[in-house]
């Protein structure tokens, strides 16, 4: 393959790629060429530690997991329908990981096509059609699992369908009823579900299942309080519904103690969906249920889901999680992160909460501690100076203002100490650029320019020079929805200019 400058990379992105596929550090994204455990290079051979790489559960390029992939695909690599030890061996380890009464596998390619499998068996064996499901999830880029996934309905501004039944996020930092606040939150999330399903239940509707995480990621890194997925699960079953765990970004072991996200939560679903860590980032996925619901689900085929090589890269990644102790390392190098961040907090007025399990964290930015308002430009202000810093974090939940941190398991004490660090100085520097900051003045280092790599801009310079009130006015348009995008993405769709090499540079790929 030819290689290309990062200027005729972009420009071939823009002119091929789709237009909604985003990127990292719009602005100034970086290419990366190559990676290993828990770092990425790009292509000026720069290492960046990656804080946010969940897919590579076991770390990028794991050399076990590459070389047996290598030696099955030179062996054999064949489609659905014959019998395959790789596949009968591999679904029997993996059942061992959970409770005792789910022990069906089906095997599938990605963690949409899991869902939308699961929500179909839900379907089939209750007879009903209707799903419940989280304020401010997601769960899937299939049709089915967008009309399920609030958080996308949300921002596409589309109604959600009737047989669709969306329960209030229970969070209790900043949602309807908080810690602090309200004498008793977790119940009184519990009483809200609980009115909601006996509405539904009088009104006629009819409820085939409940789907979620046992811990919530796109909603903003939340996790349920004590006793509620356990409360929900049995209303659901009460009503002859099935209960549907998503460990996409919670499962095998990355909330530390447990394997499983739902373990944490006291509570056995009916359905177990999981997906691309299961294989580090090879495209590969699995749905796994009971002996009695799958005897009742009668036509299921995947063409290549359960590929041999597919399942000796899932043996594979289980093996090298038990042996390299990775869930007990989650539990402390998660545990020493929450407890360095929570210290943090006293120290930066724009920490609101610190959360969390294991390797799966989230540090919540706000405008202010007492309003608890979600700061989205704060939060992008620190991904970009981190990404200065050669560290990779991300933001998530419904105002992109919960820096996420789920890194690949083989992340370290030394690499936790390093980000806490690096991200001590930057929260200092932007708390220190908001403290500066008037309303009558452009401020060069209250905007993205000073954080990024001037040779690598993907916008026109003037765009990244706000004033502080242009930046306010633009943090509030955010808060109430009137602009749902980033706002590096109101600004990458641009046709090539001066800074870019040519169209006809590049006839002779076409």
């Not at 590929?307 to 042996?323: H, T």
């Amino acid at each position: 393959m030819p290689e290309f400058s990062w200027e005729e990379t972009l420009y071939l992105r823009r002119h091929y790629v789709g237009k909604s596929c985003q990127l990292h550090f719009g602005i100034s994204p970086l290419k990366i060429t190559k990676a290993s455990k828990q770092y990425m290079y790009d292509d000026k051979g720069n290492e960046y530690l990656d804080c946010i790489n969940s897919v590579s559960h076991v770390g990028h390029c794991h050399p076990h997991v590459v070389a047996e992939g290598q030696e099955q695909m030179a062996k054999l690599n064949t489609n659905f329908g014959f019998l395959s030890d790789e596949m009968s061996i591999y679904a029997k380890r993996l059942v061992e990981t959970m409770p005792e009464r789910l022990s069906a596998c089906y095997f599938v390619n990605s963690g949409s096509e899991a869902n939308d499998l699961a929500m179909r068996i839900a379907k089939f064996v209750s007879g009903m059609d209707g799903i419940v499901c989280i304020e401010n999830t997601y769960h899937g880029n299939l049709s089915s699992l967008i009309d399920i996934s609030p958080l996308k309905l949300k921002r596409l501004g589309v109604e959600k369908k009737d047989h669709v039944h969306i329960l209030p996020c229970p969070d209790v930092y900043r949602g309807k009823y908080q810690e602090g606040v309200d004498s008793d939150p977790g119940t009184l999330y519990i009483e809200e579900a609980e009115a909601m399903i006996a509405q539904l239940v009088a009104s006629g509707r009819r409820i085939a299942a409940f789907i979620s995480e046992p811990l919530l990621t796109h909603a903003g890194m939340i996790v349920p309080p004590k006793g509620y997925l356990k409360r929900i699960y049995s209303l659901v079953r009460q009503q002859g519904g099935l209960c549907i765990a998503v460990e996409v970004q919670t499962g095998l072991g990355r909330i530390g103690d447990v394997w499983w996200g739902f373990q944490s939560q006291d509570v056995i679903p009916d359905i177990v969906t999981v997906g691309k860590p299961l294989g580090n980032g090879h495209p590969m996925a699995a749905v796994i249920t009971t002996q009695e619901i799958s005897a009742q689900f009668t036509e299921f085929a995947s063409t290549f889901g359960g590929n041999p090589v597919s399942c000796v890269i899932g043996l594979a990644v289980l093996r090298v999680i038990e042996n390299e102790k990775f869930i007990s390392s989650a539990h402390n190098v998660g545990k020493y992160i929450i407890e360095h961040a929570t210290a943090l907090k006293e120290k930066h007025r724009i920490i609101g909460d610190v959360r969390g399990m294991g390797m799966w964290i989230g540090i919540d930015i706000v405008v202010d501690r007492v309003s608890k308002r979600p700061s989205r430009l704060q939060a992008e202000m620190i991904a970009y100076r981190m990404k200065q810093k050669r560290i990779i974090i991300a933001n998530e939940g419904p105002s992109s203002n919960v820096m996420m941190i789920t890194p690949p398991m083989c992340f370290t004490c030394e690499n936790a100490q390093r980000l806490l660090k690096a991200l001590d100085e930057v929260i200092t520097d932007v708390e220190g650029d908001l403290t500066a900051a008037s309303d009558d003045r452009r401020l060069t280092n209250f905007s993205y320019y000073d954080f990024i790599d001037a040779e690598r801009v993907n916008v026109p310079v003037d765009v990244l020079v706000l004033t502080a009130g242009e930046a306010a006015e633009r943090e509030a348009k955010r808060e109430l929805n009137e602009d749902a995008l980033p706002l590096e993405n109101k600004y990458v769709r641009l046709q090539a200019g001066d800074k870019y090499p040519p169209v006809d540079r590049y006839e002779a790929l076409d």
